[in-house]
């Protein structure tokens, strides 16, 4: 598996959706910064959530929002109305964190225990790595 992590801030609410079968899908674009001075750069990562964890985040991926995300990275191609052809960067989410929101409030501010994993690991916050 194809594991990217990295931090950044929402560029629009989350939209979330139902399977058919009634599993909870939320969507959102993440802002990631890289580069300094005239060099910077700005890449759009494309997320999905699933499940449990897409139900109880979406109330607060708002835009503006900074979070931590590790996933699964893939390239998808697609074509644009105008018959252009571009690649999208994609990530299934594993682990997200809420790191504040645009006004600054911390995620304990504004969330319940947002950390969550794949491998259902426990998070305390007062280890200091």
């Known amino acids: 598996m194809n594991i990217y992590t990295f931090t950044g801030g929402l560029g629009r609410d989350c939209e979330q959706r139902f399977t058919p079968k ?3 899908v939320t969507s959102f674009s993440v802002a990631v910064n890289s580069g300094y001075g005239d060099k910077a750069v700005t890449s759009w990562i494309n997320c999905n959530l699933w499940g449990k964890q897409a139900e109880s985040l979406a109330p607060y991926l708002l835009k503006g929002t900074k979070v931590a995300v590790s996933g699964e990275f893939t390239l998808r191609p697609y ?6 052809e571009k690649t999208s960067a994609d990530v299934r989410v594993n682990s ?3 790191l504040g929101s645009k006004d600054g409030a911390t995620a304990k501010d504004n969330a319940p225990q947002a950390q969550q994993s794949s491998d259902n690991a426990q998070y305390d916050p007062e280890i200091p790595f």
Do not use: V
């Open 96 to 98: 997200l964190t809420l």
């Open 22 to 24: 009634g599993d909870a």
């Open 79 to 84: 074509t644009t109305k105008d018959g252009l």
